[in-house]
């Protein structure tokens, strides 16, 4: 029989913070792939505590937020910053030839200009 005074959320929330890496493997394993485990996980009870209070809207279905890095991020910041460098070789050779193209044969046609850029 259950009273009012049984409590099975908290020993459930309580294992999920201290399991929370191994509960993301189990679960959600390409989630899990993308999280740096070497950075904090921050738990975020009172915001979201916050947000269910002014939401009003009945039964919650999650009541446990991480907050995570993820490797995807850094992994996208690094391969745009390296697209962004190789774009910027790309536009300043063909400003080289073309500035080269001008001052040994005069003014380049468009024609020409175009089939050179990239």
């Known amino acids: ?3 009012a005074h049984d409590d099975y959320d908290s020993p459930w929330k309580n294992a999920l913070e201290e399991y929370f890496e191994e509960f993301m493997q189990l679960f959600f394993p390409d989630t899990h ?3 740096d485990w070497s950075r ?6 009172k915001e979201l505590q916050q947000v ?5 809207v009945g039964r919650r ?3 446990k937020l991480a907050k995570v890095e993820r490797f995807a991020m850094q992994k996208g910041e690094d391969k745009g910053r390296d697209e ?6 790309r536009e ?7 500035h080269l193209l001008t001052h040994r044969f005069g003014e380049v046609p468009e024609m020409m200009q ?5």
Request: glycine share 8%; hydrophobic share 45%; proline share 5%.
């Open 1 to 3: 029989m259950s009273t």
């Open 33 to 35: 792939a993308d999280i």
């Open 40 to 45: 904090p996980i921050e738990f975020m009870d």
């Open 52 to 56: 269910a209070l002014e939401a009003e």
């Open 61 to 63: 279905y999650a009541d």
């Open 84 to 89: 962004g460098l190789k774009e910027g070789q």
């Open 92 to 98: 300043g050779a063909v400003r080289l030839l073309l």
């Open 114 to 118: 175009a089939r050179v850029q990239p």
